[in-house]
């Protein structure tokens, strides 16, 4: 495995009173969709843009593709792509104009006539960018990060205010850049976001990293996890001895009523597939099969006592 | 198999990224209204009304009015492009994000800064065409020599380097809004009393401190060039000093964001 795309190391950043980031370590390997979760204040803008080169860690380090990046940013920012939660383009500039200029300041630029497209940006004419509605600036926004074919993108919110049908478009474009290898690193306070589109996924909440781990690992592979069996006829009295014996040692099973049983520990693939071949050996017929699953709303629930929106 | 987004990153060559960024700023800078108005309209407006004035009211210099004002507003468009434009455009820059865009791109500041005084000096020499063809018509009779054309480059050059450190002084500083007031109120201020379009000396006691001021130096080696075909060796001094002031002043004190 290469060297990972992004590490930080016992973060410390403050402000003024607050203290945005508080000893935050993490890490991004290369080719991943990454996404940095949590609610507003969480720190996450002020990590990201410490990887950007716009901080400089007061405590702590930061290195983006082994690079420092403020020591090394003239090596490193070729490198990057960056999507900033905000502005970064001349209010009279026009889309295609802004983004071809952007495309000018790269060696191998893809070519803005395709972003366009992809992004939905032709639409924009010759608006100035003063004039974009919110989604349309969005959009550019990304583009504008995009079009230097870099290695390691970093966006900050990048679908906080776009219409769903732009949103998926944008989510289309991650999963292809992850196909296409390119490693992003993503901010967000949607849920269903970081579910969806992460491979991995660190949940930050008052600069503290709490959690990491797979979408599937967060909800399910933790602490707990379910599969509750609901069967047509009553269970014989040596059901839940024998599918327990069946599963092993690490799993336990409870017998709810005489309908139902639930199948509590590691509840993978393969534990599924053992339940429904106990079910075939015993002669069981399942009405249902259902793994629990705990969401990320949860976790971050389970983690904090407070919920992910409320929690500002 | 590579796809669309296949990582292929790197910088373009320096001489075109600040090629690229010069157009781009002279593009936006020429597309701005308010813009032309002070880089083109008010030179003109300036340079007509003092020139019929002085035939209405019969004023007498050594040389003839159009002679004398017609250096002088070509540094008032410089100094309204260099110092005004400059100021304001980079403000609000500052505030929109742009800069802070550009300091994620593979742009290092040092091209950005080359790049911005490439887009002045296109845009001044517009500015200083069309002035130029205005006096002309006006019955302005430079001095035209080598040592004459050399002497307003070099007064072009260094006036736009003054001022440019001062607008971005300004800018890196002061809140959008309040660089939109502040530099069109000094703009207006060194237009009346700062010794650019008429010599220090047609303002009496206030002279003897106009000429040491930018405005003054800029439009005294004009002047000296146009009038005389010689090198104001003391103005060009007074400018550099007065970039190097600005310049320092300004590394210490500008803000990106």
Known sequence: ?312 | MSGTFTPQPGAAPLPRMVLAQARMEARLLVRNGEQLLIAVVIPVIVLVGMVRGAERLGLDYDHPVVDVVTPGVLALAVMSTAFTSLAIATAFERRYGILKRLGASPLPRSGLLVGKVGALLAVEVLQLAVLSVVGLALGWDPHLSGVSLVAAVLGVLLGTAAFASLGLLMAGALRAEATLAAANLVYLLLLAAGAVILPASAYGGFGAVAQWLPSGALGEAMREAFLDGTVAWRDLVVLGAWTTLGTIATTRTFSWE
């Open chain 1, 1 to 312: 495995m290469s060297d990972p795309a992004v590490v930080v190391d016992g973060l410390v950043m403050r402000y003024a009173e607050t203290t945005a980031v508080d000893g935050l370590s993490l890490t991004v390997e290369r080719g991943t969709v990454t996404a940095v979760l949590g609610p507003n204040g969480a720190g996450k803008t002020t990590t990201l843009e410490t990887c950007e080169g716009y901080r400089r860690p007061q405590q702590g380090s930061v290195r983006v593709l082994g690079l420092d990046p403020r020591a090394q940013a003239r090596e490193l920012l070729p490198r990057i792509g960056v999507m900033l939660q905000e502005g970064g383009a001349w209010s009279g500039a026009r889309a295609p104009e802004m983004l071809r200029h952007i495309a000018s300041l790269h060696a191998h630029p893809i070519d803005p006539a395709v972003l366009e497209e992809r992004l939905g940006l032709a639409e924009c004419g010759r608006t100035a960018y003063r004039r974009l509605s919110g989604g349309q600036k969005q959009r550019l926004s990304l583009a504008m990060a995009l079009i230097g074919r870099p290695e390691v993108v970093f966006v900050d919110e990048p679908t906080a205010g776009l219409d769903p049908a732009a949103r998926r478009t944008v989510w289309e474009l991650f999963e292809e850049l992850r196909r296409d290898g390119v490693t992003v690193v993503l901010t967000t306070h949607y849920m269903d976001e970081a579910e969806k589109l992460a491979d991995r996924i660190h949940i930050i909440d008052h600069g503290r990293l709490i959690a990491s781990g797979s979408p599937l690992e967060l909800t399910r592979g933790g602490t707990v996890s379910t599969i509750r069996l609901v069967v047509t006829k009553p269970f014989p009295p040596e059901a839940p001895a024998s599918l327990a014996a069946a599963l092993g040692d690490r799993i336990e099973v409870v017998l709810l009523d005489e309908l139902s049983l639930l199948v509590t520990g590691p509840a993978d693939a393969s534990t599924l597939a053992r339940v429904s071949d106990w079910c075939e050996r015993s002669g069981v017929l399942p009405e249902s099969l259902t793994l629990g699953t705990r969401n990320l709303e949860d976790v971050f629930l389970e983690l904090t006592g407070r919920g992910l929106k409320e929690s500002a």
